[in-house]
Nanobody, 123 residues
Framework: QVQLRESGGGLVQAGESLRISCAAS????????LGWFRQAPGKEREFVAA????????NYAPSAMGRFTISRDNAENTVYLKMNSLKAEDTAVYYC????????????????WGQGTQVTVFP
């Protein structure tokens, strides 16, 4: 059974940093793009960041640019999202996803999705 499992979410104060992880199991994703999305209460799910199969290409939403960094460890079948200078508006459930290419990630045309991890930023 293929699974993506997020972890590392929590409650942090504005201005602090947090790194969330997504571990894949059931198959290797070393040839796939991986990405992060988020969904705040009452809002639609939105793209945050994506990374190519070898980490050579990354892509960020404007809201994440300069503050968030996506990375991956193919040996561990894991993708990370390091979030710096967190703001209250970053509060959301964060989901990881996998697809063959970054454009598919950005189009939310993903083959696999995780269950999400809650990130709450308080003032």
């Amino acid at each position: 059974q293929v699974q993506l499992r997020e972890s590392g979410g929590g409650l942090v104060q504005a201005g602090e940093s947090l790194r969330i992880s997504c571990a894949a199991s059931g198959r290797s994703f070393s040839n796939d793009a991986l990405g992060w999305f988020r969904q705040a209460p009452g809002k639609e799910r939105e793209f945050v960041a994506a990374i190519s199969w070898n980490g050579g290409i990354t892509n960020y939403a404007p809201s994440a640019m300069g503050r968030f960094t996506i990375s991956r460890d193919n040996a561990e079948n894991t993708v990370y999202l390091k979030m710096n200078s967190l703001k209250a508006e970053d509060t959301a459930v964060y989901y990881c996803a996998a697809a063959r290419w970054i454009p598919l990630i950005k189009a939310m045309n993903c083959d696999y999705w995780g269950q999400g991890t809650q990130v709450t930023v308080f003032p």
